[in-house]
């Protein structure tokens, strides 16, 4: 029996994901490669970060996006599951939003961070 769990989310973009994961501090490894859960098991993830306890946490694609991976009860971040998976949403949604608008010719004018960590984004496109 799996003990791993599978957390959906809305990441689609493996490359904001690696820049989110950069952005937050978070070493990870480059994959197809095996993350390592309960008595063994291995789980092949795009995105593998190692824990020192000998339990992976990963990032998988499911034909639709890239699922959280991970034997929940051997956790071992320093956020709780839900408050890792917001801090990289947010930073991925970041990194998605500058990204789509490079590719549509917009660049970032103004990055201003709000007391409630929250980021506003002024983006532009110059017509000439």
Not at 76 to 102: D, M, S
Request: proline share 2%; hydrophobic share 30%.
């Amino acid at each position: 029996m799996s003990h791993f769990s599978q957390i959906k989310t809305k990441i689609r973009d493996l490359t904001c994901l690696q820049e989110a994961l950069k952005d937050v501090g978070t070493e990870w490894k480059v994959g197809p490669q095996p993350i390592r859960g309960y008595r063994g098991q291995t789980r092949d993830a795009e995105v593998v970060i190692e824990q020192d306890n000998g339990y992976d946490v990963g990032f998988s694609w499911n034909g639709q996006e890239y699922e959280l991976v991970a034997d929940l009860q051997y956790w071992q971040q320093p956020l709780t599951v839900e408050g890792f998976l917001n801090r990289i949403t947010q930073r991925y949604a970041y990194h998605t939003v500058v990204k789509q608008g490079g590719n549509n010719g917009f660049q970032v004018t103004e990055e201003q961070r709000q007391a409630d960590g929250s980021i506003r984004l002024v983006l532009q496109r110059w017509n000439g």
